[in-house]
RNA sequence: GGCCCGGUGGCAGAGUGGUUAUGCAGCGGUUUGCAAAACCGUGUACAUCGGUUCAAUUCCGGUCCGGGCCUCCA
């Protein structure tokens, strides 16, 4: 398998360091809020990674953190008026919602980063001892300088940084670059006993000792959002490799790129955001899923009503032409495969599956085998196809007007019966409005059958 | 200011040093009571200017335009 490392910045053949055992970490969700679509994006372009390997080696450890314990989580908790713990549980519930509807698979282990203080504690002690953190003011902090090739994941220089700061620099620190492995908490604020008192972490310790703690010093893949690249990520290293004496955290770095409304970042910031949870009421949750494999993981993925529709047309189009076979893992077409081999090239996958699409509507049972044992690996074509053509949720159109199940077979008996009695006018009539519910006839060698469109 | 990443046909979106991506939309056909679906056919697309080359959308350089990171952020 070949990945883009954004360590080499270029395509390499996947050699994982123990092929009996492949070890992956994407960062995860801090939960102080719904997810929105962006955020989605890595569950599941990295969902899709992980299923690949999960094929191509025996056995994969999947680690996706949980981030419980962060400003944002005290300032959200304390405007909604509730406690931290409450906020956490509740939003973590959700978040297990909205990926499940992704049809995104549970990842092996999902730490919380405050079942870990005990591991950041440690690996906080072992780098002031090693003299890469210091303690200044109730804080314990990371000198940057001490460590040689600081900077080689973002290709970012200590000099750059300094020159494009636009933060102020805290008066405790040796260095403007050096960032804070703990911090104090004042009585109101969630803390744990320390060696430097009661205090929390720093954003980025967590991510480091929980890797090691369910991965090791040294592991295969950590992945996440471009936007992690500098500085959580930069930051990760540093601790981890310092504090561990090794060269390497992972040996490989993927970055997912950003989902944009009209070209703009979304982020909660700018406040252009849809949740994942708004984004499956008004698409079906498989659409979303679609639509986001859509574009190369690295690559922008621009949203909108047009993209969705157009999952939804290309969802259609496959459905109906998988039919009725039934998916076997030992069926995956072997050029869609190989498409995922190469950096995961999702779209190249999905035009292959387009490509099975055309002979299995040729009546070619194997390539209908072939479409839904494929469509599997990237979690799409999951459902039957019956309840895939009726499933409410349609793009377009509200349930306010949807007629039930019952009452469109009356409507369609009655147009057949109409037909049979040659009454053509009262059949397509009938066809009509059915078409104006939402409602699709098809007129087939075994009768007539409908999808909602 | 520093550092990254892009600009492909009406839209979305792959890919390639010389030959069909794929889907949607459009057009023509087959089929259908008419449709729908399906199948077949159909598009002088690769920001711009130079360079390398027998040959560049594909490699190199400049320009223009866009996006991102440098602060929480997938």
């Known amino acids: 398998m070949q990945l883009y490392n954004t360590l080499t910045r270029q395509k390499q053949s996947f050699a994982p360091i123990d092929p009996s055992h492949v070890r992956v970490y994407a960062c995860g969700p801090t939960v102080y809020g719904r997810i929105h679509v962006g955020n989605a994006r890595p569950i599941v372009v990295f969902d899709v990674l992980v299923r690949v390997l999960r094929r191509l080696y025996d056995r994969v450890t999947y680690v996706r953190n949980i981030t419980d314990v962060d400003d944002k989580i005290n300032e959200r908790a304390a405007t ?14 959700s978040f297990h919602a909205d990926t499940a509807a992704l049809g995104a698979e549970p990842p092996d282990v999902e730490p919380r980063a405050t079942h870990h203080i005990d591991e950041m504690i440690a690996m906080i002690s072992l780098l002031i001892d090693k003299g890469h953190a210091y303690v200044a003011d109730g804080h314990v902090l990371f000198q940057v300088s001490t460590m040689d090739n600081y900077g080689a994941l973002s290709k970012r220089s200590i000099d750059d940084m300094i020159a494009g700061a636009r933060v102020e620099v805290a008066p405790y620190k040796r260095a403007a670059e050096d960032f804070v492995l703990w911090k104090p908490s004042v009585p109101e604020q969630p803390g744990w006993d320390s060696p430097w008192g009661r205090g929390r972490p720093g954003w980025h310790i967590e991510c480091s000792a929980m890797a090691k703690t369910y991965l090791g010093e040294l592991f295969d893949i950590h992945a996440g959002g471009l936007d992690l690249i500098f500085p959580h990520h930069e930051n990760e290293i540093a601790q981890s490799c310092c504090a561990h004496g090794t060269s390497h955290m992972a040996n490989y770095w993927l970055h997912n790129g950003f989902v944009t409304m009209n070209d703009e970042k979304m982020s909660k910031s700018l406040g252009n955001i849809i949740t994942v949870e708004e984004a499956t009421s008004r698409y079906r949750p498989e659409v979303v899923r679609a639509a986001l494999l859509s574009a190369h993981y690295r690559a922008p993925l621009d949203l909108s009503d047009s993209t969705m529709q157009d999952a939804h047309n290309s969802l259609d189009r496959l459905y109906r032409a998988a039919g009725t076979a039934e998916i076997s893992d030992d069926r995956v077409d072997d050029e869609f495969l ?56 349609s793009v377009s159109g509200g349930d306010d007007k949807r007629l039930d199940d019952t009452a469109i077979d009356a409507e369609i008996a009655a147009r057949n019966a109409a037909r049979t009695a040659r009454d053509f006018a009262k059949a397509d009539a009938i066809r009509d409005a059915l078409a104006d519910a939402g409602i699709i006839l098809e007129d087939g060698q075994d009768g007539t059958s409908w999808r909602r469109s």
């Open 80 to 93: 909604n008026g509730q406690s931290i713990t409450d906020l956490c549980n509740e939003t973590i519930a």
């Open 338 to 393: 190989a498409c995922l081999c190469d950096d995961l090239n999702t779209p190249a996958a999905l035009a292959r599956l387009h490509e099975l699409a055309r002979l299995a509507n040729k009546r070619d049972q194997v390539a209908a085998i072939a479409l839904k044992s494929s469509a599997a690996l990237l979690g799409l074509l999951r459902q039957e196809g019956d309840v895939w053509a009726k499933g409410a949720g």
